[in-house]
């Protein structure tokens, strides 16, 4: 993502990864999402995503590195601890599973070795739905990030590309986080949804992220702390009204496609939105499966 007030890169250490639990088959949509970072997927799909899990779907965030270069402060294995950390506690606000990768930040390649791990964890939770960066994109992590999930797209269902993990015999719908880039192609936006009923939610989950909004990550500095309550709350509230307009922006940005599933009158009264485009690899849903991929619109 690009945070201005913000970062997202990071370098160095290890922190611990342990598997999340496969959710049981009982016919609820099963979601992953991958950032490059312990913030990516919150910022681009936390509202979505608490709304899915809200309905009992079963939604997991992976950050796909460990953000141990995503301070100016601090970097390496503590900063790693710390953000996954954070990352834990914005997804346990939003009710959805969190896994972070043990991956240095702003090191992430797009390797066979990688290919795997991607593939494994989209078999792993048997998605229907995969959400992801595009590959074009300022970011060499956010790059690979979306370079990955693209290579995984078909391979999920070739039984013999990472024989021990079952593939999966439906290829699931692959989706891209919106972004400004233009070159060599525009995010198009095929589906937006109101955040209205979670916005609080989502701020509250960000605001959680403190090493990298609050406090500035990478490209902070000790100006971004100050050490007076009164500031502090000040910053706070300084961090919510940049997400908040960030998604105010969206709603504006996406307005037309708000109305083709809200109509017309709920479209233009919806304040925040996130919106997201159908990539070319893996199953292409008609609108009728898009509708129920997020049912939400009738609410
Ligand atoms: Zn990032």
Redesign the pocket.
């Known amino acids: ?1 690009k ?1 201005s007030l913000v970062s ?2 990071l370098v160095s250490t290890l922190s611990v990864c342990v598997a999340a639990p496969v959710p049981p088959d009982d016919g609820k949509l099963r979601i992953i999402c991958f ?3 312990p ?2 997927c919150e910022i681009q799909a936390g509202g979505v995503a608490t709304m899915w899990a809200a309905k009992g779907h079963h939604v997991k965030l992976v950050s796909v590195t460990n953000g141990d270069i995503g301070h100016w402060r601090e970097a390496g294995g503590p900063l790693a601890r710390r953000r996954k950390a954070e990352a834990e506690h914005a997804d346990q606000i939003l009710g959805v599973t969190c896994e972070v990768l043990d991956i240095h930040d702003g090191e992430l390649l797009p390797t066979i070795e990688n290919r795997r791990l991607i593939t494994r964890l989209i078999r792993e939770w048997k998605a229907d739905i995969v959400l992801s960066p595009r590959p074009n994109d300022y ?1 060499p ?2 790059r690979y990030t979306g370079v990955l999930v693209q290579d995984a797209a078909y391979m999920v269902t070739v039984p013999f590309f990472c024989p021990d993990t079952p593939y999966l015999k439906r290829n699931p719908v692959f989706l891209y986080y919106p972004d400004s880039f233009q070159k060599p192609n525009a995010f198009q936006p095929d589906v937006a949804v109101s955040i209205d009923s979670v916005i609080q939610k989502k701020l509250e989950a960000l605001d959680a992220l403190e090493s990298q909004f609050y406090e500035g990550g990478a490209n902070g500095s000790a100006d971004s702390i100050p050490s007076e309550p009164a500031k502090q709350r000040e910053r706070h509230n300084q961090v919510r009204g940049f997400f908040e307009k960030r998604y105010e922006d969206q709603a504006k940005r996406f307005r037309s496609k708000l109305v083709d599933f809200y109509g017309q009158d709920k479209a233009n009264a919806v304040r925040y939105a996130e919106a997201f485009e159908i990539c070319e690899y893996g199953r292409h849903p008609d609108s009728v499966e898009l509708k129920k991929m997020f049912p939400f619109f009738g609410e």
């Open positions: 993502m945070h997202g890169l950032g490059a970072h913030d990516d970011h992590d956010h």
